[in-house]
């Protein structure tokens, strides 16, 4: 299980947010919500253990993450703002090369880009891809082998309806396997049984 206590950082000599208490446990999704600035993105960098809190601490059955870090990482999938892809590489390259740095076998790629109903597009070079299409390549690490976190910071921005849908059935056979997601996102992806929790904008 995942979980913070007592939560709070100060950026740029201001409070982004407080004391925040927050659990996840295996099958559960959390979706963040709140304003432009009330700190979603970086709750999720925070539980990613890329950000360190200023006060409070974030733990994995009971131990802090800030303990080891790299074991944290090899736990969950995040995926920012960014697609993390190389504009040159083609979408099969861009996941392989994800998938040899985590040890995951190659042949994994191919799965992961249909997963994504990237399937035809496998040789296409990253940077002529459409927006949608550079997401869904960002996405498709998610397909790449399980993890039992994903943390998601507006995974939607750029996707069609359809891939929105593709996405949900992401999230819920993950669930479905006993994985947790927490998810920033400002529209509306629909995800049966989650829990909001609210980040109000600090003064
Ligand atoms: N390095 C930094 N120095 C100073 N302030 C920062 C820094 N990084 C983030 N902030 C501030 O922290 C606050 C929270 O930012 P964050 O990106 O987490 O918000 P958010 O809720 O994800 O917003 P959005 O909905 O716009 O994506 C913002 O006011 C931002 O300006």
Request: aromatic share 4%; hydrophobic share 50%; net charge negative.
């Given at each position: 299980m995942l979980a913070t206590t007592g939560l709070g950082i100060i950026r740029g000599e201001r409070a982004?947010?407080?004391d925040i208490d927050l659990a996840v446990e295996p099958g559960e999704a959390v979706v963040l919500r709140g304003p432009?600035?009330?700190?979603k993105s970086t709750l999720l960098r925070i539980l990613a253990g890329l950000l360190s809190p200023t006060v409070g601490r974030v733990t994995w059955d009971g131990a802090a993450i800030a303990d080891d870090r790299e074991a944290h990482g090899r736990r969950l999938r995040y995926a920012g703002h960014?697609?993390?892809?190389?504009?040159?590489?083609?979408a099969f390259d861009n996941l392989a090369f994800w998938a040899r740095f985590e040890g995951?076998?190659?042949?994994a790629v191919d799965d992961a880009l249909d997963r994504l109903g990237l399937g035809a597009l496998g040789?296409?070079?990253?940077?002529?891809?459409?927006a949608g299409q550079k997401r869904r390549l960002g996405l498709a690490r998610l397909a790449l082998a399980p993890r039992p976190l994903w943390l998601l910071d507006e995974?939607?921005?750029?996707?069609d309806a359809a891939s929105v849908d593709l996405l949900a059935g992401m999230i819920w056979d993950h669930r479905a396997a006993g994985g947790m997601v927490v998810v920033a996102t400002h529209d509306g992806l629909s995800l049966p049984n989650a829990r909001t929790f609210v980040l109000e904008k600090a003064a």
């Open positions: 982004v947010f407080t432009n600035g009330a700190g960014g697609d993390a892809l190389k504009l040159a590489l083609t995951t076998p190659v042949e040789m296409l070079p990253a940077g002529v891809m459409s995974p939607t921005v750029s996707l």
